[in-house]
Structure formats: structure tokens, C-alpha cells
């Protein structure tokens, strides 16, 4: 069930909105002096056109605030953000584990509130696709392809060399670009898809296995799987611990679990904060590093075999667009930026030297079931 924004606002300001408010991404320092239950999680700003309103529905569908990956309830607050790909209401902070370093987006909308921040334009559920694969020069100019085989591939995708006879299963699907790499291979494809209109779109291929529950709730009979893939789905994850064991009892010993995340540990998250592209709250509510995605595979049965930082500038690129549309007076700075990021040859390679120095923005990480 969709709900209409003034409905969405309610429920995500279900904290008290004690202080003044904190609306404006240049307030984003918080106190970090102050325990994280101190803090309002939600304020009575407005953000984009949608009203803004703290009605009976505010009886929060919002998660508790322990960390799903050590339990521990105290946080440090980073820093506020809000919904910057739609600009739907809401307040939201950045918080810091205080014992495993897990950062997380609190308050954590759940249920109907969340599915509201997937509106319909949600760019990775349209038919077209938004994110591409890497694992091969595509149909780009001669120059773009000379300058990937010279550089190597952007990395966005790893895929294992299964045979055809393998099973394997996509965690959000969206466009299904994947499934289609996927049934190329002659393996036999389950997509996972809880939006309706993508999941109706999945169907279609009368071949593809299409689940639409959420993966907290996906019943998958063990060491089934050859292989799960997950491309930025796993900081969309309600409970990642849940779904990764889910996935660790499903796959055959030794299976693959290849998954893509948002890098919180690179320079980009450090600089933009809350203009960070890849922050994308509330639809993103874990925000890993190497290290806490490293504690949460581990923690689930998992062993990391590769990890490959992303040659890809998105990121960079949206988060100058953020700030150009914040700050005015540096908006022809930010653009003049973007613009120079533009060429092909410039992106690969400030991009190649990026993802050598580990600082890609997106990170792709090959994990294996680990025996026992
Ligand atoms: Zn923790």
C-alpha cells in the first residue's frame, strides 16, 4: 500500500520534535556529546514541496534502535540528512555504532512508511535499468572501449564461472538486467523483488523464479544455491544479519555470495556527509565500510575472498550536484567540476586511480560460504 506524503511525514516524525529545527543540511553537526536516544530523529521541517504534519498517525513504523549487527544501543550521531533523490519529508541522522562502528539511519522507517520512499520514478525499478554491468566492453564508442580494455573493466559486477546447469538467485531484481545476464548463462534464475511493478515486469520471463516477499521473510530450502548476487541491495536491507544467514544456509558449500554496497569509508563520504549521492536516506539504512561488512559476513558464515573498489565517478558526480543545488555561490564551482568529469577518458581514469588507492565509492565484494 502506497501512502500519500502528508501520511509519510507523520510517520517518520514519530520522535519528538523537541528542538528547533534542524532542517537545513548546513546544521548538520550534531552534538556528539549527546546519547543517541537525545536526539530528535524527526523535526517539523519542510523538505521539497510536501507538507509536513504530526497527526495521530504518528504512532511511528519506525525500527528499534539497537544495532542489528552487535546489539548494542548507544550510537554517536553524525550528521542530519534527508531524502535528497525525491525530496520526500523526513528527518533522519547518520549514527555510529558506539561498539561495532555499524553506521545506520535512524529512525529507520519499516513497513508501509519505507515502501512510501520507493515512489514509482524510483530510477533501479524502471524497465530501462539504471545500473550496468562491468564485466565486459558494451556497445560504447571504440574510444570507451579502447580506454576500459586499456584500464580494465569498471568492476560493477563479478560473475562466477558456474555452469549452465547452476542455480542462482538475484536479491532485488528491479529492472531485471541482471536476470537477463543471468538467463544468458542457462542457469536456472530466482529473482527476489518485493515492488510490485518490477516484480509484474520479472514475471513475464516464464523461466524466472520470481519471489516478491521481503528477504527477511524469503524461505529458501538449504544448500540449494550456487550463487546470490545483491548489486547495492544489501543497505536497502531491513535486517542484513537475518538475510545473510538466510543466504549462508541456502547456498552449497562453497557458494558464492556477490554483492555491491556504497563505500562509507571512502573520501567521498567524509567530504559530502549529507550531499553524499550514496547516502540516498532512508531508502539506504546501513551505510558499511570494508570493516563492518568484513564483522557482518563473518558473523554470518561468510569468508571474503575479493573485494574490488568500483571504477565508477556517479557518486562524485551527484553528490557536486547536491552541493551546487545547497550552496548557490559555489553551484558554477560544482558544476564546472561535474562538467570536467564528464569525458570518458577522464572518469576512467580518475576512477581507475581511485579504485587503485581503495577509495571507490561503491564496492564490490566476492564472499564464499564459509565450511561448517
Ligand atoms: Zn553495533
Redesign the pocket.
Known amino acids: 500500500m502506497r501512502l500519500p506524503p502528508r501520511q509519510v511525514a507523520a510517520m517518520t516524525m514519530s520522535r519528538r520534535a523537541t528542538s528547533a529545527s534542524r532542517s537545513s543540511a548546513s546544521k548538520d553537526r550534531a552534538d556528539l556529546s549527546q546519547p543517541l536516544r537525545s536526539i530528535p530523529g524527526g523535526t517539523s521541517s519542510h523538505v521539497g514541496s510536501h507538507p509536513n504534519s504530526l497527526g495521530a498517525a504518528a504512532a511511528a513504523e519506525t525500527a528499534t534502535e539497537a544495532?542489528?549487527?552487535?546489539?548494542?544501543e548507544a550510537?554517536t550521531p553524525l550528521f542530519a540528512a534527508r531524502d535528497r533523490l525525491h525530496g520526500l519529508p523526513g528527518q533522519f541522522w547518520i549514527v555510529r555504532?558506539?561498539?561495532?562502528?555499524?553506521l545506520r539511519t535512524s529512525p529507520r522507517p519499516t513497513g508501509s512508511a519505507l515502501s512510501a520512499y520507493y515512489p514509482d520514478d524510483y530510477a533501479p525499478h524502471r524497465e530501462a535499468g539504471h545500473e550496468r554491468g562491468g564485466s565486459a566492453p558494451g556497445a560504447g564508442s571504440p574510444l570507451r572501449d579502447r580506454l576500459r580494455r586499456w584500464l580494465g573493466t569498471r568492476r560493477i559486477w563479478w560473475i562466477p564461472d558456474l555452469p549452465p546447469s547452476a542455480r542462482v538467485l538475484e536479491l532485488g531484481s528491479g529492472s531485471g538486467h541482471f536476470v537477463r545476464v543471468a538467463l544468458a548463462r542457462g542457469w536456472e534464475v530466482h529473482a527476489l523483488e518485493p515492488a510490485k511493478g518490477p516484480a509484474a515486469r520479472l514475471a513475464r520471463y516464464a523461466c524466472v523464479h520470481v519471489h516478491q516477499e521481503p528477504a527477511e521473510t524469503l524461505d529458501l530450502p538449504p544448500a540449494s544455491l550456487d550463487a546470490v548476487f545483491a548489486w547495492m541491495v544489501v543497505e536497502h536491507l531491513q535486517n542484513p544479519p537475518v538475510v545473510l544467514r538466510k543466504i549462508r544456509s541456502a547456498l552449497r558449500p562453497g557458494g558464492y555470495f556477490v554483492f555491491s554496497v556504497p563505500n562509507a569509508r571512502s573520501w567521498e563520504f567524509a567530504v559530502f556527509r549529507s550531499r553524499w549521492y550514496a547516502l540516498d536516506v532512508p531508502r539506504h539504512l546501513w551505510h558499511f565500510t570494508p570493516r563492518t561488512l568484513a564483522r557482518l559476513l563473518g558473523a554470518s558464515g561468510f569468508r571474503v575472498e575479493r573485494v574490488f573498489h568500483q571504477k565508477v565517478l556517479k557518486n562524485l558526480t551527484g553528490s557536486l550536484e547536491y552541493l551546487a543545488l545547497d550552496r548557490p555561490t559555489l553551484a558554477w564551482v560544482a558544476r564546472a567540476l561535474e562538467r570536467a568529469l564528464t569525458p570518458p577518458w577522464v572518469s576512467f581514469t580518475l576512477g581507475a586511480a581511485l579504485a587503485a588507492a581503495r577509495q571507490g565509492g561503491r564496492i564490490t565484494v566476492v564472499a564464499r560460504a564459509a565450511d561448517g
Open positions: 544495532c542489528v549487527l552487535c546489539g548494542a550510537a555504532c558506539a561498539r561495532c562502528a555499524l
